[in-house]
């Protein structure tokens, strides 16, 4: 299975903001259409790749440094502040199993599939969980089907 294929099925829904969007207005959108990603583009292009793991990272830096001092508002921090500038791309001739060696070798849930400079869709680790399961389904399926036909010896 390829990466173009996960991607017919899971549709071409992309969720997108610029690098100058407040993290406070990108964690709205996130919890509103309950993702875990948002592709961040700048003039038509991919800048970075912003996950609730970047949140996360910003949320508690700026704990641990209010502790010790004034700390900007979170109001005030950008996108790009804390955004992925360099996420890992995904092909989509990409095999299934190379995908996810990607996915666990990089540490990235999400990952911006991309044809040259064209971003196709964003998979994530969920994704391709559920296409591998339901690849897997449709074969035992088959095999189950084959094997109640199975022809009797003479």
Same mark, same amino acid.
């Given at each position: 299975?390829?990466?173009?294929?996960?991607?017919?099925?899971?549709?071409?829904t992309l969720?997108t903001?610029?690098?100058?969007?407040m993290?406070s207005?990108?964690?709205i959108v996130?919890?509103?259409?309950?993702?875990?990603?948002?592709?961040?583009?700048?003039?038509?292009?991919l800048?970075?790749? =912003?996950t609730f793991?970047e949140?996360? +990272?910003? !949320?508690?830096?700026?704990q641990? %440094?209010h502790?010790t #001092?004034p700390t900007?508002?979170?109001?005030?921090i950008?996108?790009?502040d804390v955004?992925?500038?360099?996420?890992?791309?995904?092909?989509?001739?990409?095999?299934?199993?190379?995908l996810r060696? =990607?996915?666990?070798e990089?540490?990235? +849930?999400? !990952?911006p599939v991309?044809?040259s %400079?064209?971003?196709? #869709?964003?998979?994530s680790?969920h994704?391709v969980?559920k296409?591998?399961?339901e690849?897997?389904?449709?074969?035992n399926r088959m095999?189950?089907?084959?094997?109640?036909?199975?022809?009797?010896?003479?």
């Open positions: 299975m390829e990466v173009s294929e996960i991607l017919k099925v899971k549709g071409t969720y903001v610029m690098p100058e969007t993290l207005d990108a964690v996130m919890a509103e259409h309950d993702i875990g990603s948002l592709v961040v583009m700048d003039r038509g292009r800048a970075g790749m =912003l793991r949140v996360i +990272r910003v !949320l508690a830096r700026r641990q %440094e502790r #001092g900007r508002p979170v109001a005030e950008i996108v790009r955004m992925n500038p360099s996420p890992t791309i995904a092909s989509p001739s990409m095999d299934v199993n190379e060696r =990607l996915m666990l990089n540490h990235q +849930r999400y !990952l991309m044809e %400079e064209v971003l196709l #869709g964003v998979i680790f994704d969980a296409a591998v399961l690849e897997q389904s449709f074969e095999l189950k089907a084959y094997i109640r036909d199975w022809p009797a010896e003479g």
